[in-house]
């Protein structure tokens, strides 16, 4: 049956095969044989049960589970983004402040019944984002005022577009179309 560990009543074999009974103390040492001078005179079936135990360590090191190559690939992409996060917020923290400018072109005109809607490409090229910038289209015949119209974009942020819709009665193509900004909100 082998050495108990540990302290209270246990049951031992001996090599005669014979079971002793009563009280006694096993101490183990090592890789849990415990008393290798209650093995025998020579201790032989502890240092067998050593060897045992250090094969089967051996064994569960080689059988660690190594890294897969999906494991290093994702490891790449993950350590690649990171560090593109870091640069790009680095990149916004550093560069210099500029503040919302506009722009914008007649992009289109459309003719129903008896309206004219022109569609006009607004665009922030600052760096700023702005709230409910109100755009105006005034038509001029010369220095005339012929109509106006106006509309506001909810949201434009910084270097970038927005379409905006404006219905007018008279023909924008016959007349010089000028856009103006009246004002807008910083977010």
Known sequence: MGAEAGRGRGVAEGKSGGVAKGRGVAEGRGRGVAGAERNGPDGKQAQAAARSNDRHDRKRNDERPRETRLQIVVTWISSILLLSIV?????????????AAFTARVAEIRQHADDYFVRLEVSNVGGQSVQGLTVVLELLDGE??????????????????????LILQHDPRSLSPDVSYDSYRIP
């Open 87 to 99: 640069g790009y917020l680095v990149w916004e923290g550093t560069r210099p402040f500029t503040p």
């Open 144 to 165: 005339t005022i012929v109509e106006t119209a106006e509309g506001v974009l909810d949201w434009l942020p910084e270097d970038s577009t927005r379409d905006l819709v």
